[in-house]
């Protein structure tokens, strides 16, 4: 490796070897000794300070000494003479004698060498200030630096300052002549470079400016070392992007340890093994010198003096706490050992720690650093907390290893927790054995909460699991025979087999093992409770008995209600489908806690509850978005789809024709509604109700009414309530109304009443007294919508708001009380607008401008997409001149364009504008473009190629989750224009 010296900052330095020339003028020869450890940068030093001496007219001498050199006291005396010589003037008699004694090698080559150089030092110094540098004195012999010492000798009187380096704790090849050689010199011990030095010099090197963080990093890792930071600007700039400040801590630079070292004590073995057993040991927490001495195997006194040698060399720190310096040093040490001598310190290191009581966490994270468990008398806390830490660090055999040594060993609440959290870590690589450890541990728990917990393990395990429970379920059996879950493993059989039941009767089935805990312990309550509240929704034979399961289920601890898969799911949407998203979002948040993290917040039946608690309150986007990440999370399947997908795919239709986005929905809906993929069973409702309500949209009621047939006739067969589905009870009725099964719309109204009494909630009450309305043929819709209204405002239920406003608004329009009717239109398209449904804004906002006589709707439509630009652009206040500049055309073709508009809508000139745009409704449609459901062909072709559903790509990834709008015509960037630019300024224009 090829080491570059760097250089930087060291002006206090500098400033003293500056000094040290205007003192030679008066005391003659001034002395320095510049010390400090491998790669601090003396020999940087030494060149700057020679640079510095040339550029203010100085003369400057650097001998450039190898190893090899300094043992040859000829060559050393050779070079001084040729490097004199080439400094004095012309081809005088002081340059012969330099260069003849310097080539003579003869017995008296020393006397007249010095000689020479004393009458060329006499002569420079009669100019300008000599300056002599001499690199790695301590390397040189005996005779070499005899020579030196006689030449500061001849040369006492003269302005001349010698400096000289040595590096600290290296052995001197001659100490006594280097003694005398040093002595009455001034010293200068270097240190590491500060952090701004650091981060100039780093930045130098990369070419651009490091961040606080980095730098900071890079300095600690370095302790300011310029050949340090230079090795490690090296692995900086190989990378292709700079990297976190953390992973400079962790960088194993080539030859770190043999520069830093030496090749002399690289080959030392007692100092190589205590070095590495510093850097070991010393990784969570402090190592004494006694324990220092233990680990490495040393004596005592051995150990000392090693240490002192590192000391001197400034690579460890000089206290009682024994600690390498440069973090990068422990990193290369600990590199380059075998993975077994590290386990070999790091069991070492535990067994000292112990013994001599130390902390059980620095116990504990040494023991868990070794790939090797070591197994012995431990006590079970310090197990305990090794394990934890292998854990966290992805070393799950180890911990295994620890937490089952604690499980056979201890006992009480350490062996409990052992088992608790053993059960979290088995069955990874094989489920089957893992299931088999721990219905192991069963005999094992004294405690009913630790047996309630394994258990619950058990089950989730087992519903995971392809392999065949019967064998593990006969030992669970007979592990519970005796205890309060006896009788578990029976009805954990019945409720795997309730999905084949007819749903009445797994209804029946699950509330009995609701109601009967002692059939199974209470370990399958919350299970058997949450299946029992999702089978009593979907018969509709009892909403309040659902929502009481739900709740009860819910109470209990999650990991006991997952027992079963869809326990979870049925029990939270429930409470989504009864009216109380605000409830179910209540507890989603408990699986954020900690204790729950990633394993539950990531699977596809929470993010599905989260997409129904979204279009529960009205928020289409965010719906659509946990929707699509819910589907990207289900496996890929070629087949029918499951009962999750489905509902999934059925809800994604509804969001996406309420997007206005009917394209995306069509293909979706072709993809897992076609003759081959529709599931027979009850759960394919959703994808029913989207396929009519997509045909209704288009005009088809024809085919609409017979999605709506099979609908009623599969409910009919399997004993279903069609009022238990939230998209049901907002679209229901008006859809079977609009298809002509008006029986049937009132049927399904009266029913939704009931259902919201039974289920107190204000959002399904809201929802209620809207059907109603919907199917009332006297004069009760006004109050009936008037009070779905007032029940809707304080829910969050802002899309049911939309529709009952909306209603309201198309009521009171066809009584002819239009100034009340636009209110209620206005709010209804700005609640939809702020939910994403832009399907019912564009509708609502076509009823506002039908119910306002000038100017006429056909007028609007048939402006041009310039003349709206030129139209807005003068309502705005805008001259005809300022338009024309702004658009870059001509004045001659805006007076064109708005003459076409004028006449379109039916007003001569500007004066006009304020009659013209009384309704807010009318400015906001020609602001917002045509009033047509935009088709997305780029989304539909995405949708076509099959990316939401099966794995790939969700529908709708990468774009901008906002409804689309022209973008020079934000709506809420837009003013009234009966309004000054004063008073409205910074206003959002409501609809």
């Keep these: 490796m090829t080491h570059r010296r760097s250089f930087a900052g060291r002006w206090d330095v500098r400033r003293a070897l500056a000094k040290a020339g205007q003192d030679s003028m008066s005391e003659g020869l001034v002395r320095y000794v510049v010390s400090g450890e491998a790669g601090i940068g003396r020999t940087a030093l030494l060149d700057q300070f020679v640079h510095d001496v040339e550029l203010q007219g100085g003369l400057a001498i650097r001998l450039p000494w190898g190893r090899a050199d300094h043992d040859d006291a000829t060559k050393v005396a050779g070079d001084l003479a040729h490097a004199l010589a080439a400094r004095l003037p012309g081809e005088g008699a002081h340059r012969d004698a330099l260069l003849r004694a310097g080539a003579a090698a003869d017995m008296g080559w020393e006397r007249a060498l010095v000689e020479a150089v004393r009458s060329a030092i006499d002569v420079l110094t009669d100019e300008a200030l000599v300056v002599l540098t001499v690199d790695d004195v301590h390397r040189a012999s005996s005779a070499s630096l005899e020579f030196l010492q006689r030449v500061t000798q001849v040369c006492a009187c003269r302005s001349v300052v010698l400096v000289l380096s040595v590096r600290l704790g290296e052995s001197a090849q001659a100490p006594a002549e280097l003694a005398r050689l040093l002595l009455g010199g001034r010293e200068i011990v270097l240190s590491g470079l500060t952090e701004q030095q650091a981060t100039t010099m780093l930045s130098d090197r990369l070419g651009r400016r490091l961040d606080n963080a980095l730098a900071t990093a890079c300095h600690r890792a370095t302790a300011g070392n310029p050949f340090l930071l230079d090795a490690l600007s090296a692995w900086l700039m190989a990378g292709d992007a700079l990297p976190e400040p953390t992973a400079v801590h962790k960088v194993v630079l080539p030859g770190v340890v043999e520069y830093l070292l030496g090749p002399a004590l690289c080959a030392d073995l007692n100092t190589v093994r205590l070095a590495e057993t510093i850097a070991v040991a010393g990784r969570f927490g402090s190592v004494d010198t006694a324990m220092a001495a233990h680990l490495s195997g040393l004596g005592l006194v051995d150990a000392l003096k090693t240490l002192d040698l590192l000391v001197r060399m400034r690579l460890v720190a000089d206290n009682d706490a024994v600690e390498l310096r440069h973090p ?116 094992m728990a004294r405690d009913e909460f630790v047996l309630r917990r394994l258990i619950s393990h058990i089950g989730r395990t087992l519903s995971d699991s392809d392999e065949e429970n019967q064998p593990i379920l006969d030992a669970i059996g007979a592990a519970l025979a005796g205890t309060a879950l006896r009788g578990w493993d029976r009805a954990y059989r019945t409720l795997c087999r309730v999905a084949d039941e007819p749903p009445p009767a797994a209804a029946k089935i699950t509330s009995t093992l609701a109601e009967r805990p002692e059939a199974h312990g209470g370990a399958l309550m919350a299970a058997a409770s949450g299946l029992a509240a999702g089978y009593r929704h979907v018969v509709n034979d009892d909403p309040r008995a659902a929502l009481r399961f739900a709740r009860v289920a819910l109470e209990r601890e999650i990991d006991e209600l997952d027992t079963q898969p869809l326990a979870l799911l049925a029990a939270l949407t429930v409470l989504v489908e009864s009216g109380y998203p605000a409830e179910a979002a209540a507890h989603l948040r408990k699986l954020d806690d900690e204790a729950y993290g990633p394993r539950y917040t990531q699977r596809p039946d929470v993010l599905f509850v989260r997409a129904q608690i979204a279009f529960a309150e009205g928020n289409l986007t965010a719906a659509e978005n946990e929707l699509n990440s819910a589907l990207a999370a289900l496996p890929p399947t070629s087949g029918r789809p499951g009962p999750l997908r489905t509902r999934m795919v059925g809800l994604l239709a509804l969001v996406l024709l309420c997007e206005g986005r009917t394209d995306d929905a069509e293909a979706l809906l072709r993809r897992y509604d076609g003759p081959e993929r529709r599931p027979d069973s009850w759960w394919a409702g959703n994808l029913l109700f989207a396929s009519a309500f997509l045909r209704a949209g288009d005009g088809d009621l024809h085919r ?28 229901g009725v008006g859809l079977l109304a609009q298809v002509g099964y008006t029986g049937w719309a009132r049927q399904a109204a009266d029913s939704q009443v009931r259902f919201a009494e039974d289920t107190g909630s204000p959002l399904e009450r809201g929802r209620g007294l809207r059907a109603l309305a919907q199917v009332a043929t006297d004069g009760t819709k006004e109050e009936l919508l008037r009070e779905a209204v007032a029940v809707l405002e304080p829910t969050r239920g802002q899309l049911d708001l939309a529709y009952a406003a909306g209603d309201l608004g198309r009521v009171l329009a066809q009584q002819k009380r239009r100034d009340e009717a636009v209110t209620e239109l206005t709010r209804a398209a700005r609640l939809a607008d702020q939910c994403g449904a832009i399907e019912l804004s564009v509708r609502i906002r076509q009823q506002v401008l039908a119910s306002h006589e000038h100017p006429s709707l056909r007028g609007v439509l048939s402006l041009t997409a310039r003349e709206r630009e030129i139209l ?48 807010r409704a009318l400015w906001t449609l020609i602001t917002d473009g045509q009033p047509v459901v935009r088709r997305s062909k780029s989304v539909g072709s995405r949708a076509e190629a099959g990316t939401s559903a099966v794995g790939r790509e969700p529908l709708g990834h990468g774009r901008d989750p906002r409804p689309s709008r022209r973008s020079d015509t934000r709506l809420t960037e837009l003013s009234d224009p009966r309004q000054s630019e004063d008073t409205n300024a910074g206003r959002p224009f409501p609809v």
């Design 872 to 919: 807005i652009d003068a309502v705005r206040g805008m001259t005809n001149r300022k338009i024309s500049e702004f658009r870059e055309i001509t004045v001659r073709t805006v007076e064109l364009h708005l003459s076409s508009a004028y006449r379109k809508l039916g007003i001569s000139g500007r004066d006009d504008f304020p009659e013209a745009f009384r309704n």
């Design 704 to 731: 609409a009414a017979a999605d709506l047939t099979e609908l009623w006739e599969r409910a009919t067969e399997m004993g279903l309530g069609l009022v238990g589905s939230a998209p049901w009870r907002i679209y």
């Design 328 to 443: 990068l040093l422990r990193v290369a040490l600990t590199g380059g050992m075998t993975l077994m001598a590290r386990n070999a310190v790091h069991l070492t290191t535990a067994a000292y720690l112990h013994e001599h009581g130390a902390p059980a966490d620095m116990v504990a994270a040494h023991l868990s650093a070794s790939t090797v468990p070591q197994e012995g008398a431990w006590p079970a806390g310090v197990m305990l907390r090794a394990a934890d830490i292998a854990r966290r660090k992805g070393h799950h055999d180890i911990a295994r290893r620890y937490l089952t040594l604690v499980v056979d060993s201890a006992s009480g609440h350490e062996q409990s927790e052992a088992m608790l959290e053993l059960v979290d870590l088995r069955g990874e690589p094989d489920a089957v054995s893992g299931l088999e450890a721990v219905v192991g541990m069963l005999p």
